[in-house]
């Protein structure tokens, strides 16, 4: 079966860092592109594109509102794929999740059950 | 950044009738059109990339049309599994983004 399957959400206060970790399983990890994207429960389930990571890493891509503060980054070898959340701002809450873009890109045929990070003030 | 808006917020019909889901984007995003289905509790579902492509598993009923700044989504016959939540979502350009989603709500 292919699936992702993320982990490493939890509760923070502001100023904290979490890493998520997201592992692939039944497809070469390496041949893909990766993404992070996030829900946001309370904006009438807004969906917001977090992050996205080449198959080799050599190309990384951020929403504004993240940069200089997450980190996507991927181990080929053992098929997982990051995001370090550091300076977490109450804003940042919402439910996570890995995505696989399909071979060919420009679209994510795999998604994560998503896991949950709250940020409190 | 290139923003969708999805037209109508909620749509009621019932099963055996025909949906209809506008999404338009505010630059030509080309075909770079991708529609997701979403269900409560549960990740987004692939529908169609590529503005028209069905993805694999996705049945007949679904159809994707358009191309530059104007899509839509059509459901010809609904099914009771198909009342759900619909995003588009563009892959023109960075940043990547989303419309506001269309609930397909049964009448």
């Known amino acids: 079966e292919v699936k992702v399957v993320e982990s490493g959400g939890g509760l923070v206060q502001t100023g904290g860092s979490l890493r998520l970790s997201c592992i692939g399983s039944g497809f070469n990890f390496n041949d893909y592109w990766m993404n992070w994207f996030r829900q946001t429960p309370g904006k009438g389930l807004e969906w917001e594109w977090v992050?996205?990571?080449?198959?080799?890493?050599?190309?990384?891509y951020y929403v504004d509102s993240v940069k200089g503060r997450f980190t996507i980054s991927r181990d080929n070898a053992q098929n997982l794929l990051f995001l370090q959340m550091n300076s977490l701002r109450v804003e940042d809450t919402a439910l996570y999740y890995c995505?696989?873009?399909?071979?060919?890109?420009?679209?994510?045929?795999?998604w994560g059950q998503g896991t949950r990070v709250t940020v409190s003030s | 950044e290139i923003v969708l808006t999805q037209s109508p917020a909620t749509l009621s019909l019932s099963p055996g009738e025909r949906a209809t889901l506008s999404c338009w984007a505010s630059?030509?995003?080309?075909?770079?059109l991708v529609w997701y289905q979403q269900k409560p509790g549960q990740p987004p579902r692939l529908l169609i990339h590529?503005?028209?492509i069905r993805a694999t598993g996705v049945p007949a009923r679904f159809r994707g049309s358009g191309s530059g700044t104007d899509f839509t989504l059509t459901i010809s016959s609904l099914e009771p599994e198909d009342f759900a939540v619909y995003y588009c979502?563009?892959?023109?350009?960075?940043?990547?983004?989303f419309g506001q989603g269309t609930r397909l709500e049964i009448k």
């Open positions: 590529g503005a028209s």
């Open positions: 995505a696989r873009d399909r071979a060919g890109g420009r679209a994510c045929d795999i």
């Open positions: 992050a996205s990571i080449k198959e080799d890493a050599s190309e990384t």
């Open positions: 979502q563009q892959r023109r350009d960075w940043p990547i983004t």
């Open positions: 630059q030509s995003i080309k075909s770079y």
